[in-house]
């Protein structure tokens, strides 16, 4: 299956109480299609960037068969740049800079080679652009997934929910799920988001793991216990990536794949906060992949014997 990419392409700077960088690559479709890649998965971006985005990063992009096709370009822009610093959990952190430059003006437009996809996933953008991107394939995708965040259920509610109305598969953190839903219990919290629309929800805990939700069914699954974690940043994207990218791989969608892609997506997540940005992403290979994917594999099977 083809996987479709809509999300930021863009520079960070990144401050952890390990250092700090100057503007590196980063954005959410970044993440998400460098691991998609790894998994062999061919996927295509839909994003935008100014005249100041360097041409190796495009070569990466294209070095590692993502289509670019739908990132524009606008020679007098500046590249959307974010700068966060995270305290010392590493578990929260404080957005020190948005420049939205490009990002302000994004009207998504598909290109002809990418509408086939049958599988979308929206990265974390204003829910009013995902919503325009649905209604810009000439056909519905057969899973839609949603990444999306706190600030959007604080400043575009009423669009949002119209975006979740149509979504199959929603990821957001712990916290997030209980302000959209009202809800403490996570359990409760999934329950009312399943009555917004998706059938499938999934919450992330952060180096607690993450939770599957369908049908009265749940699934649950340990971060991987590492002992440095260096930088967060693109964790929650690189998941999603490899979340979407091993359905698009299997070329299913049902809850069975979704509990493997649930782990696979917590193993590629692994790897990304182990150094600044992409950095380490950018370096893992096939190989890395199925020996960490062991190593989970380890971390979670066991037998009881009761008697
Ligand atoms: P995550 O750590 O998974 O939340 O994602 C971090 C990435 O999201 C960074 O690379 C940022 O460039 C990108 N990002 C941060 N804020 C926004 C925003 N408002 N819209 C789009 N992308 C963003």
Known sequence: MKLLV???????????PFGKTDKILGGAATYISITSSILGVKSGIVSIVGGDFPQEHLDMFTDRDVNI??????????????SGKYHNDL??????VTEVNVLEHFEPKIPDSMQDSEILLLGNLHPGVQLSVLEKMNQRPKLVIL????????????????????????????????????????????K??????????????GEHGALLFHDGKVFAI????????FDPT?????????????????????????????????AMASFTVEKF??????????ADMFSRLRQFKELTTFDVELE
């Not at 096709?69 to 974010?82: L, Q």
């Not at 975006?163 to 990821?171: L, Q």
């Not at 340990?222 to 974690?229: F, K």
């Not at 698009?248 to 917590?266: P, Q, R, Y």
Request: glycine share 8%.
């Open 234 to 266: 693109g964790a929650g994207d690189t998941f999603a990536g490899g979340f979407a990218a091993y359905l698009a791989k299997k070329g299913k969608i049902d809850f069975e794949t979704m509990k493997s892609a649930l782990i696979v997506g917590s």
């Open 192 to 205: 009312k988001i399943h009555t917004m629309g998706p059938k499938y929800v999934i919450i992330k805990k």
């Open 6 to 16: 809509v999300g930021s392409v863009a520079f960070d700077a990144i401050e952890t």
């Open 147 to 190: 990444d999306t965040m706190n600030f959007w259920m604080d400043c575009a509610w009423d669009i949002l929910m119209e975006m979740i109305a149509k979504t199959d598969v929603i990821t957001i953190n712990d916290e997030e799920a209980r302000q959209l839903s009202g809800e403490y219990s996570l359990v409760k919290a999934a």
């Open 277 to 286: 940005g992409t950095e380490r992403i950018e370096e893992v290979s096939e």
């Open 91 to 96: 578990n929260t952190r404080d957005t020190l």
């Open 69 to 82: 096709e739908g990132i524009e370009i606008v020679k007098e822009g500046k590249t959307f740049f974010w």
């Open 222 to 229: 340990p971060a991987l216990p590492l002992e440095d974690v």
